[in-house]
Each structure stands twice: as C-alpha cells, then as structure tokens.
T-cell receptor
Framework: GAGVSQTPSNKVTEKGKYVELRCDPI?????LYWYRQSLGQGPEFLIY????????DSGLPNDRFFAVRPEGSVSTLKIQRTERGDSAVYLC????????????FGSGTRLTVV | GQSLEQPSEVTAVEGAIVQINCTYQ??????LSWYQQHDGGAPTFLSY????GLEETGRFSSFLSRSDSYGYLLLQELQMKDSASYFC????????????FGTGTRLQVFP
C-alpha cells in the first residue's frame, strides 16, 4: 500500500483481556517500529524490527507486551492481561533506512481498556 | 539518558513567524528530527539536522547547536493548517534505530 496501515483504528477491551494490534508497513521498508502515545505526550518507543528480528525491544514495559514480524512485513503487537494503564494510541512506523531520515507513521490504534 | 524539553504551547497569527525550541540533556545523539502531528492524525516527518546549522525546507527551517544543547523549528508565513503539535526527536548514541521524542509543542494559529 501507499502508506502504513494499522488495524483496528479503535479497540475497546475489558481489563484482563488479550488484544492484538496489526501493522502493515510500506512495501519494501525493512525497518518497522512500534510506539505508544498517551494524551498530550510524545510517542514513546516500544520495539523495532529489522526484517523478521526484533533489533531492540528495550521499550516494552513488561512481559505482557510482545510483538512479532514473522515474514518481515506485517507485524502484530500483542498485549496480554490488559490493564487500564495500557490505554493509549499505539503507533506503528516503517522506514527504508536509518531513523534519522524519517519514519512514516500509521494513523495508530486507539486502545481503551475499561 | 536523554531528555528533550519543549514549550507546551505557542500561539501566533496567520502570516507570522514562530520558533519552537527544543532543549536537551543527553550524552550524545546522531541528529535532531522534527515531526508534525495534527489532532487525531499520524506524526509526519518534517526535517532532520545531522550537523550544526540551519536546514531550510520551504516555509519550515530547523536549526541545531550541539554546543548549546539546543535546536529549534522555525515556521514562516504561518497558515491555519499549521495548527498542530510539533515534536523534536533524537536517535541515541547506541546500536539502535529508535527515536526519543520530546514533550511536544502545541501550536495554535489564529486568523
């Protein structure tokens, strides 16, 4: 596709449930990033992939969060036992090269845990 | 660690010039980037300063001074559509490709 696609755009879930958020990056972009953004804050790094492997997962807050990119294209962010504090907009981005030269972000998935 | 501070809000009128500052406390980084984000939208890349000095892209310019731990985004000939949040970001000096984003500045342009 022409841009980074994220689905769903909105997700409401009950506390304790499991959710999956999907990201379809720009075709040919080898690097894929997940960020989380709370209201009024800047994006906060979670994890990034170079190809199929997680090159840096230092931003994942705890072991309830996990992400995969099995074929080096689409990625899924998985959150187990959701908590109200997980409510945020989850942004995915991709880039053809180094981050310095600009990410292309998707419109995000707004996750609300009730 | 890295910490990037920005003013929380800036207001200006159409046609004016506005400067959004970014001050940082970091042990080093590769360069300074700027992103624009409209309410409910995706952040979009505006500019990148790898070296000290001024980079100009149309109505937008960005400046970096490593010696002063300071950078800014300059927006000229402001338009209503420039009302948005603006974030500075740096890539930390380690073997990673992540960006650390600033606190963000909300720009409101009035007619």
């Amino acid at each position: 596709g022409a841009g980074v696609s994220q689905t769903p755009s909105n997700k409401v879930t009950e506390k304790g449930k499991y959710v999956e958020l999907r990201c379809d990056p720009i075709s040919g972009h080898t690097a894929l990033y997940w960020y989380r953004q709370s209201l009024g804050q800047g994006p906060e790094f979670l994890i990034y992939f170079q190809g199929t492997g997680a090159a840096d997962d230092s931003g994942l807050p705890n072991d309830r969060f996990f992400a995969v990119r099995p074929e080096g294209s689409v990625s899924t962010l998985k959150i187990q036992r959701t908590e109200r504090g997980d409510s945020a907009v989850y942004l995915c981005a991709s880039s053809p090269g180094a981050a310095d030269y600009g990410y292309t972000f998707g419109s995000g998935t707004r996750l609300t845990v009730v | 660690g890295q910490s990037l501070e920005q003013p929380s809000e800036v207001t200006a009128v159409e046609g004016a010039i506005v400067q959004i500052n970014c001050t940082y406390q970091t042990s080093g980084f590769y360069g300074l980037s700027w992103y624009q984000q409209h309410d409910g939208g995706a952040p979009t890349f505006l500019s990148y300063n790898a070296l000290d000095g001024l980079e100009e892209t149309g109505r937008f310019s960005s400046f970096l001074s490593r010696s002063d731990s300071y950078g800014y985004l300059l927006l000229q000939e402001l338009q209503m559509k420039d009302s948005a949040s603006y974030f500075c970001a740096v890539r930390p000096p380690s073997n990673t490709d992540k960006l650390i984003f600033g606190t963000g500045t909300r720009l409101q342009v009035f007619p």
